[in-house]
């Protein structure tokens, strides 16, 4: 399994950018297909972004397209979310996941980071 740590959330007033990093343990990190959730108070978690092994493939949520851009770098393990026009009903907990293929659930998870969007 690999192990995740999601850092780069904060405070950002409406309109403005937030970058989030998802640092990954292991060394099979290219044989994972990784994605971005996000839970907000009292939701469930939805899914916002997905990559697949080299980052050829990508796909989002409707309500994030067009503003969010997940990328890697799997030399150095790293998945990122540059997220940008950020809106109040983008606050949320972010998670970073990885899973082995497209056709399994997320099965490794981080611990989250806050993003809060004021407005």
């Known amino acids: 399994q690999v192990q995740l740590v999601e850092s780069g959330g904060g405070l950002v007033q409406a309109g403005g950018s937030l970058r989030l990093s998802c640092a990954a343990s292991?060394?099979?990190?290219?044989?994972?297909?990784m994605g971005w959730f996000r839970q907000a108070p009292g939701k469930e978690r939805e899914f916002v972004a997905r990559i697949s092994y080299f980052g050829g493939s990508t796909t989002y949520a409707d309500s994030v397209k067009g503003r969010f851009t997940i990328s890697r770098d799997n030399a150095k393990k790293m998945v990122y979310l540059q997220m940008n026009s950020l809106k109040p009903e983008d606050t949320a907990v972010y998670y970073c996941?990885?899973?082995?293929?497209?056709?399994?659930?997320?099965?490794?998870w981080g611990q989250g980071t806050q993003v809060t969007v004021s407005s």
């Open positions: 996941a990885a899973r082995v293929n497209d056709y399994v659930a997320f099965g490794s």
């Open positions: 292991g060394r099979t990190f290219s044989s994972y297909t």
